[in-house]
């Protein structure tokens, strides 16, 4: 992939058309032998390959040819099979060295720690910084596929993550692997409900391979009576799974199922009890009350402590001088979004010495302590405090008569009686003979002038001689009657005409009778 000159990275799939004269192949232990010999060139002299064949194997389409046929042994793989020289790093940098003992010697004869991974820091909120969470709850099969998955893993795992991102870990600094897709599945549904593991990664090992973070939770998923682990069994899978943690890494399974169905387990499981680094109980440790200590075995157990610390009272003393009383909390130490609701004991008003009446955490505001005041219109009330007595409004209900009207009214006190709209209805008959639909209104034409009777009309239609009546408003001028009637014309004929039409004036066109 790099040419003398080192001009560039490229896949496999693109060196074809280029004439390097060496070619160096990343991850050559997960590569098809055809994609590596396929691209060797004429002009190819020198081939550097670079991989780990203790790790995952080149993944075929079609099983019968990786098993049948080998095709899941790369090149890299057999030549060092075959006894070709090659060269192996002794010195691993990634993880704290108890992590890095479940692999050496169980799958690496040797693997020599470098000094930078003694002194990594210890995980927050656990009494581990390793342990296997074992248990017996079952697996089920995922509907339509040949996946597994475990819904007792799924749910830990996710509360789990939950109570980590309350130590205050970023969700870039956890990942969450799992060795079967459907498992995946079922835990990116559990993380849909809790929207602060939004940032946080879930994946299966295969897809992992090369990467790395701080903390690793891993689900292994198998769980029967059969003892059946599927390619659990496989020291390669094995070996990627174990080695992706740098600080922290937490496992949950089924240990008695893996034991039996695979050597590497029940090496594994020794390494682990050496260090009392396996149970049925994972012991988290408040970062608060450091000597406080809680066990969990499900995702139930995590309700305990729901704020990341443990079930004791936080009892700091806040800038208000009271002690918060919520349970145990990680976030917000310095309570600067904790709102106390306790008695508030400013004092705000000077003048009278009245303490605040409102939760300690709330804005004191004016003084709303009422208190007897004597308003200018002689109604002695219980008025807040702060209120200037200038500017109360007085609010009780007294009757007075309105010059205007003459009518006996109730109003608020504090309302201005030039303001104030007479609410009896208008008494007047208008010319027409209807009454005034308005409200008294003696200052705002009281003759009605100015105003329009909207009832119908009661009068008959001009120049009617059938007494039809007018359709129109009160208040509009009706117009000629123009009702369709017979009428008997002087020549003795009847004709159809306008109510209004004088036949008299007017000519008849039947057929003369003379």
Same mark, same amino acid.
């Given at each position: 992939m790099i040419s003398n000159r080192i001009e560039s990275n490229y896949t496999l799939n693109g060196v074809f058309s280029y004439n390097f004269f060496s070619v160096i192949v990343e991850e050559a232990a997960e590569v098809l032998e055809a994609h590596i010999v396929t691209s060797l060139t004429k002009d190819c002299e020198h081939v550097i390959l670079?991989?780990?064949?203790?790790?995952?194997?080149?993944?075929?389409? &079609?099983?019968?040819?990786?098993?049948?046929?080998?095709?899941?042994?790369?090149?890299?793989?057999?030549?060092?099979?075959?006894?070709?020289n090659c060269y192996k790093l002794g010195v691993q940098h990634r993880m704290r060295p108890e992590i890095a003992s479940l692999i050496v010697p169980t799958i690496y004869k040797e693997l020599e720690n470098h000094e930078s991974v003694l002194n990594r820091p210890d995980i927050k909120g656990v009494s581990h910084n390793l342990f296997f969470l074992t248990h017996t709850n079952p697996e089920d099969e995922v509907p339509d596929s040949a996946s597994r998955r475990n819904r007792h893993e799924a749910q830990f795992l996710i509360a789990f993550c939950c109570y980590l991102k309350l130590q205050g870990y970023k969700g870039s600094e956890i990942t969450i692997l799992t060795t079967y897709a459907g498992q995946m599945n079922a835990m990116l549904s559990e993380k849909r409900k809790n929207p602060i593991l939004s940032d946080v990664r879930i994946t299966v090992v295969d897809k992992y391979q090369g990467e790395e973070n701080h903390i690793i939770l891993l689900s292994l998923v198998r769980s029967n009576k059969l003892g059946n682990i599927g390619f659990l069994s496989t020291k390669n899978r094995v070996c990627v799974a174990l080695s992706r943690a740098r600080d922290g890494f937490f496992i949950i399974g089924n240990m008695s199922n893996l034991e039996e169905g695979s050597s590497v387990w029940h090496d594994i499981k020794s390494q682990l009890e050496k260090g009392n680094h396996i149970g049925p109980d994972l012991t988290l440790r408040c970062q608060v009350h450091q000597n406080q200590l809680t066990r969990v075995r499900n995702a139930e157990d995590f309700s305990k402590i729901p704020n990341g610390g443990c079930h004791l009272i936080c009892d700091e003393i806040l800038e208000c001088g009271h002690q918060c009383d919520k349970q145990c909390h990680l976030l917000d130490r310095e309570h600067k979004n904790y709102f106390c609701t306790k008695p508030c004991e400013r004092q705000i008003c000077l003048l009278d010495g009245h303490s605040c009446p409102?939760?300690?955490?709330?804005?004191?505001?004016?003084?709303i302590i009422k208190v007897k005041k004597d308003p200018?219109?002689?109604?002695?009330?219980?008025?807040?405090?702060? &209120?200037?007595?200038?500017?109360?409004?007085?609010? &009780?209900?007294?009757?007075?008569?309105?010059?205007?009207?003459?009518?006996n009214i109730k109003k608020l006190c504090y309302v201005d009686i030039k303001d104030f709209n007479c609410p009896y209805d208008c008494e007047d008959r208008l010319p027409c003979g209807h009454q005034c639909t308005l409200k008294c209104h003696k200052l705002n034409d009281p003759d009605h002038l100015t105003y329009n009777c909207l009832k119908d009309c009661t009068n008959l239609n001009l120049n009617c001689t059938e007494?039809?009546?007018?359709?129109?408003?009160?208040?509009?001028?009706?117009?000629?009657?123009?009702v369709q009637v017979k009428k008997e014309f002087p020549c003795g004929h009847i004709n159809q005409v306008l109510c209004k039409t004088d036949v008299k004036n007017e000519k008849c066109n039947k057929p003369c009778k003379k």
């Open positions: 670079i991989g780990d064949h203790e790790q995952l194997r080149p993944s075929t389409s &079609v099983y019968k040819l990786a098993k049948h046929y080998n095709m899941d042994i790369s090149l890299f793989e057999r030549m060092l099979k075959n006894g070709m409102k939760r300690c955490g709330a804005e004191c505001g004016i003084c200018p219109c002689g109604h002695s009330d219980f008025i807040p405090c702060a &209120v200037d007595i200038a500017d109360y409004k007085c609010e &009780v209900i007294i009757e007075t008569t309105l010059e205007a009207c003459g009518h007494n039809h009546q007018c359709t129109k408003r009160c208040y509009e001028d009706c117009g000629e009657c123009i």
